[in-house]
């Protein structure tokens, strides 16, 4: 729902959905017991991060944007806010489970690996640095280099946890997440 001009309310244009996304919206707002609108714009997020990557809108000739649609559900507690995204997101939610279990050594495999490369670097940094002082080096500027070379082409390929659905977030939280998140 939307309050527009002088305090009229605006019902979502759930007949406007694709059959199927309607049927879904209209069971699960009848399930829960909420309007259809605080389900519709959840499922349109949903089936925007579904195709994420593999269609555009082209806005013009020369101009084109992802199909991106970042939905926000604003209530006070207990009004069954959750229980919808727990609906609308679990096949989401499945899958990142499927792809995080699929890949959990390759994921700790490169965390392992990362932080091997950042010591390694970090040690040979500090060493030079004491044989700046004392005129002992087992270490050259090359040998970091090549570290640093490898910890390049290793973060290339990085395999990281797959983090699609982010909820229950404050502002402040948010710009956290959004930074770890490539």
């Keep these: 729902e939307y309050t527009g001009e002088m305090g009229k309310r605006i019902e979502f244009p759930v007949h406007c959905l694709p059959e199927v996304l309607k049927?879904?919206?209209?069971?699960?707002?009848?399930?829960?017991q909420v309007s259809p609108g605080m389900v519709a714009i959840p499922v349109l997020a949903a089936v925007a991060t579904a195709v994420q990557g593999k269609y555009w809108v082209q806005v013009k000739r020369d101009y084109k944007e992802p199909l991106n649609i970042y939905?926000?559900?604003?209530?006070?507690?207990?009004?069954?806010?959750?229980p919808v995204i727990n609906h609308v997101c679990k096949p989401i939610r499945e899958y990142a489970d499927h792809f995080n279990?699929?890949?959990?050594?390759?994921?700790?495999?490169?965390?392992?690996?990362?932080k091997i490369l950042r010591n390694k670097i970090d040690h040979m940094s500090a060493s030079m640095a004491k044989a700046a002082r004392n005129g002992k080096n087992s270490f050259t500027l090359d040998d970091i280099m090549e570290q640093q070379r490898k910890l390049k082409e290793l973060?290339?390929?990085?395999?990281?946890?797959?983090?699609?659905?982010?909820?229950?977030?404050t502002p402040e939280s948010l710009v956290g997440?959004?930074?770890r998140n490539e």
């Design 155 to 169: 973060e290339e390929n990085k395999v990281t946890e797959m983090r699609i659905l982010f909820d229950d977030v």
């Design 177 to 179: 997440v959004l930074n």
């Design 71 to 82: 939905g926000l559900i604003v209530g006070r507690p207990s009004e069954r806010k959750s």
């Design 23 to 32: 049927d879904f919206v209209l069971a699960v707002s009848e399930s829960v």
């Design 101 to 114: 279990k699929t890949f959990a050594l390759d994921i700790m495999q490169y965390k392992t690996e990362h």
